[in-house]
């Protein structure tokens, strides 16, 4: 059973472009949670999504961040018009449930750091 | 959510058994306590989680005391791979919402 897996790893983007992190949770797993983490910092909660459904993006930055989980496929957050400020590691986790996320183990993948040049 | 308070840096030599406390005055009736891992560039990785007393499996312990207001994670005889950033994390199972400090930066010296 292969464990969360996001790609790229690593992605460089000029300001101004767009930057596509995908995420693909565990097998079975149906909830889907970003984090971002900034040099030297604690990881920071973004969004929360459920196949087809954002159930709390209370962590995303108003303007040019947008999460889907489509109902096949990976999770994607995508980032517009990037900007040096957006340079950090983005974590994805996974479980097959909110409860069992926050009462239990939660899976992270190894994240996708992201460069603004 | 409660806050979370550990120090920042610790320092420790291979073999030792290594404690790292973290404080959470604040942490409601329903939250458990959850120790995680994370090594540079990779994710965090979960270590060990409670609710009061004693927790202990094959990779640490965690002491509660009574009031809850602080835990104790213990890593029994540490190597140089366990030199790693280790976050207290406080929750109640409501919020996919994990809120992480800055942790403890664990350097293990040989």
């Known amino acids: 059973n292969a464990g969360v897996m996001q790609n790229p790893r690593h992605l460089v983007r000029r300001r101004g472009q767009e930057a596509r992190l995908r995420c693909s949770p565990m097998?079975?797993?149906?909830?889907v949670y970003w984090y971002r983490q900034l040099p030297e910092e604690g990881l920071k909660f973004m969004v929360y999504?459920?196949?087809?459904?954002?159930?709390?993006e209370s962590g995303m930055p108003k303007e040019r961040f947008s999460a889907e989980f489509p109902k096949e496929g990976p999770s994607i957050l995508r980032i517009q018009q990037v900007v040096r400020g957006d340079s950090a590691a983005y974590f994805c986790?996974?479980?097959?449930?909110?409860?069992?996320?926050?009462?239990?183990?939660?899976?992270f993948g190894q994240g996708t750091r992201l460069t603004v040049v | 959510l409660a806050k979370t308070t550990q120090p920042i840096s610790m320092d420790s030599y291979e073999g030792q058994e290594v404690n790292i406390t973290c404080s959470h005055n604040?942490?409601?009736?329903?939250?458990?306590i959850t120790w995680y891992q994370q090594f540079p560039s990779q994710g965090p990785r979960f270590i060990i989680q409670g609710y009061k007393t004693k927790v202990t499996n094959e990779v640490a312990s965690l002491f509660i005391p009574a009031d809850r207001k602080s835990s104790t994670l213990s890593l029994p005889r540490v190597s140089l791979s366990d030199t790693a950033v280790y976050y207290c994390?406080?929750?109640?199972?409501?919020?996919?919402?994990?809120?992480f400090g800055q942790g403890t930066t664990l350097q293990v010296k040989p």
């Open positions: 986790a996974s479980s097959p449930g909110l409860r069992e996320f926050a009462n239990t183990e939660a899976f």
């Open positions: 097998k079975g797993h149906s909830h």
């Open positions: 604040n942490i409601a009736t329903n939250d458990y």
């Open positions: 999504l459920q196949k087809e459904n954002i159930i709390d």
């Open positions: 994390l406080t929750g109640s199972g409501n919020t996919g919402k994990l809120i």
